[in-house]
T-cell receptor
Framework: DQQVKQNSPSLSVQEGRISILNCDYT??????FLWYKKYPAEGPTFLIS?????DKNEDGRFTVFLNKSAKHLSLHIVPSQPGDSAVYFC????????????FGKGTLLTVNP | GAVVSQHPSRVICKSGTSVKIECRSL??????MFWYRQFPKQSLMLMAT?????????EQGVEKDKFLINHASLTLSTLTVTSAHPEDSSFYIC???????????FGNGTRLTVT
């Protein structure tokens, strides 16, 4: 049972435009969410996180939005750059669980010059 | 920033042999490390939680006798795939966090191919 779902396996965006990556979750116990970026043959790199007490967190070009009632979060990248091309993983955890993360399957983002 | 080093990055072994993968936290102490496994186009699946000085906690469906985990110090955890078979071929990634509430930091992974 996939508790964290990224329903879009891929997304293609033009450089300078906004990239929106979506993630849905089913476990209402999740209270901490993270986005990781992964290049081929490398481990994931932490991008941005959000606690369930917030609905938005911003860091430079990256903004994560959380809609708890819909069990949905999204990552916005503005403006998108070719170097942003990578697989993006959404992950969720329960704070009291020793930060054990549950990952989605990832979305391959391609930013075209 | 925090760095997690994983070695080797790639290993090819014959069926029936054992392979050891090391995970080191380079600039922080990690009481807990996590081992993940990723199949092509799939999500990272947590295999086990490695606890310094105590036994690892395995996720359901992961054979603890096949995937031996040792976390002997605050900076090193090892995963040994024993009697490897072709179906064990996968991408194994370790992760760790320092003692604060920082997000997990990941190693670069190990691509295991069993022939």
């Amino acid at each position: 049972d996939q508790q964290v779902k990224q329903n879009s396996p891929s997304l293609s965006v033009q450089e300078g435009r906004i990239s929106i990556l979506n993630c849905d979750y089913t476990n209402s116990m999740f209270d901490y969410f993270l986005w990781y970026k992964k290049y081929p043959a490398e481990g994931p790199t932490f991008l941005i996180s959000i606690s369930s007490i917030k609905d938005k967190n911003e860091d430079g070009r990256f903004t994560v939005f959380l809609n708890k009632s819909a069990k949905h979060l999204s990552l916005h990248i503005v403006p998108s750059q070719p170097g942003d091309s990578a697989v993006y993983f959404c992950a969720a955890s329960v704070v009291g669980s020793n930060y054990k993360l549950t990952f989605g399957k990832g979305t391959l983002l391609t930013v075209n010059p | 920033g925090a760095v997690v080093s994983q070695h080797p990055s790639r290993v090819i072994c014959k069926s029936g042999t054992s392979v050891k993968i090391e995970c080191r936290s380079l600039d922080f102490q990690a009481t807990t490390m996590f081992w993940y496994r990723q199949f092509p186009k799939q999500s990272l699946m947590l295999m086990a939680t490695s606890n310094e000085g105590s036994k690892a906690t395995y996720e359901q469906g992961v054979e603890k006798d096949k995937f031996l985990i040792n976390h002997a110090s605050l900076t090193l955890s090892t995963l040994t795939v024993t009697s490897a078979h072709p179906e064990d071929s996968s991408f194994y990634i370790c992760s760790a966090r320092d003692r604060g509430l920082s997000p997990l930091h990941f190693g670069n992974g190990t691509r295991l191919t069993v022939t």
